[in-house]
């Protein structure tokens, strides 16, 4: 009996032994030669295999112009306010003798229309003609001497030691004078407004200043200089009356030729001169109309209406919108792999929903300053947005080399060598079987399969 319980306990430790050990070999196994289910695949097909570079940047205007002051001069009107939209050749200000030269090209204009008529129908008496243009020709000639007499005596002194001497004795005298009404007046300023001793006090020391200012003005006179404006007004008077006196002159030899010279020679040359003096009358009057030079936003003005400006002041700070393009960098490993003219796909934080798309334009061969190795280059946008401006972020994919419709794999299942080889497992649809391949392009996302594998193979993804 006692021999029975002890076979029976040797076998069941024998029983538990064996369950254990065949436990422990299961739990050793590998899971793939466990299961008969179908491994993670993925099947190969064609793609497009993009490499790319990563150029984050600026979006920068690249017209932005300051509209100068044409001349030193003061300003009759600012028509435009920061933010305006304006287009090209539109007036943005004028200055202050606007009025005045406009109406010297009305005057032009008329005088243009009449040398066309008079062009037109000559039909009047030929000595009366020779007459009347000789009568013409004196008066211009007067008129052009009178002129330059005007602009010489610019250059004379105003007056001589003597009369300067005098003016300022006349001066002191009055300040005295006034000095002397001044004190009679304190004596009795505290009396009522309508008393007699003050109301004659008053009008004397009213007197006295008006007679000292008088004498004061006469001495500045006297001392002062003609202004820039002075001499541009009577050099145009002189060069105006020239050219009138050169088309009188003109007018009255080309009677002495005969009536047909007059017909189509005279009237011919005096249109010409009139429309020479209509030109330099729209060329001033030009000069005051300060234009927008393009259509843009006005984003400055640095001037308001009845101020002096000297010349070449910017007055307008003009900007076109449209014209734009990103300033990005790269990096020193990256610059050997950019060209000029390359595709780029432009990503903006201010339209993140909107895919841009340009190209390359140049490249700046000097490192950017600052720690980082850097270098700029500028993108064109094929199409620029109303509501991107400048200064917005970009973040920029220069297309360095591209294939389409080839085989590929998506790149982080595939570590190649140096030479472009790499091991993959396949899904034969019973087994996993080791496939050596060669890779072509490594592109962002797939890589290019040159070799090893055929369309709908199934590659085991890890």
């Known amino acids: ?29 590998p899971e793939s030669q466990l299961t008969s289910s179908v491994p993670n695949t993925i099947p190969i097909t064609t793609c497009d295999v993009t490499q790319s570079v990563t150029a984050p940047g600026t979006l920068v205007n690249t017209r932005e112009v300051a509209v100068e002051m044409p001349m030193t001069a003061q300003l009759g009107e600012v028509l435009v306010r920061p933010g305006d939209f304006v287009q090209e050749g539109q007036i943005l200000a004028r200055l202050a003798n606007y009025a005045e030269l406009a109406a010297n090209v009305s005057e032009a204009k008329l005088e243009l229309l009449k040398a066309e008529g008079d062009l037109l129908a000559l039909t009047a008496d030929l000595p009366y003609l020779i007459a009347r243009a000789y009568v013409d020709m004196l008066d211009a000639q007067q008129a052009l001497e009178q002129a330059q007499t005007n602009r010489d005596r610019l250059d004379l002194p105003r007056a001589d030691v003597y009369q300067l001497e005098q003016a300022e004795a006349y001066l002191k005298l009055a300040e005295a004078r006034l000095q002397k009404a001044q004190k009679a007046f304190n004596n009795v300023a505290k009396l009522s407004v309508t008393h007699p001793k003050r109301m004659v006090a008053l009008n004397a020391l009213l007197s006295a200043r008006a007679y000292r200012n008088q004498r004061m003005a006469n001495l500045n006179w006297y001392l002062g200089k003609p202004s820039e404006q002075q001499l541009v007004s009577l050099e145009s008077q002189i060069a105006l009356a020239q050219a009138d006196f050169e088309a009188a002159q003109m007018k009255w030899e080309g009677l002495q030729d005969g009536h047909e010279s007059l017909d189509m020679k005279l009237a011919a040359m005096l249109v010409t001169h009139a429309e020479t003096r209509l030109a330099a009358a729209e060329k001033a009057l030009a000069a005051v109309e300060i234009k927008a030079p393009f259509s843009g936003v006005v984003l400055q003005v640095n001037a308001r209406p009845g101020s002096t400006a000297t010349a070449y002041t910017p007055l307008v700070v003009l900007n076109d919108p449209t014209a734009v393009e990103v300033e990005a960098t790269i990096i020193e490993e990256d610059y050997p792999y950019i060209e000029i003219g390359q595709p780029v796909n432009l990503f903006f934080d201010a339209l993140p929903d909107a895919e841009l ?3 390359t334009t140049r490249i700046l061969p000097k490192r950017a300053s600052g720690d980082r190795p850097l270098y700029f280059i500028y993108i064109s946008l094929d199409q620029i947005p109303e509501s991107l401006v400048g200064g917005m972020n970009a973040d920029s994919s220069v297309v360095i080399s591209q294939l389409k419709d080839v085989l590929c794999l998506p790149r982080s299942m595939v570590s190649s060598s140096s030479q472009g080889q790499a091991i993959v497992e396949v899904w034969s649809g019973e087994q996993i079987e080791k496939r050596a391949i060669k890779i072509g392009l490594r592109g962002d996302v797939n890589v290019e399969i040159i070799s090893g594998l055929v369309e709908g ?6």
Do not use: E, H, P, T
């Open 357 to 359: 798309v340009g190209k």
């Open 1 to 29: 009996m006692k021999r029975g319980w002890i076979f029976l306990s040797l076998l069941l430790v024998a029983g538990l032994v064996i369950s254990a050990g065949y436990m422990g070999f299961q739990n050793g196994q």
């Open 457 to 462: 193979d199934l590659v085991v993804s890890r």
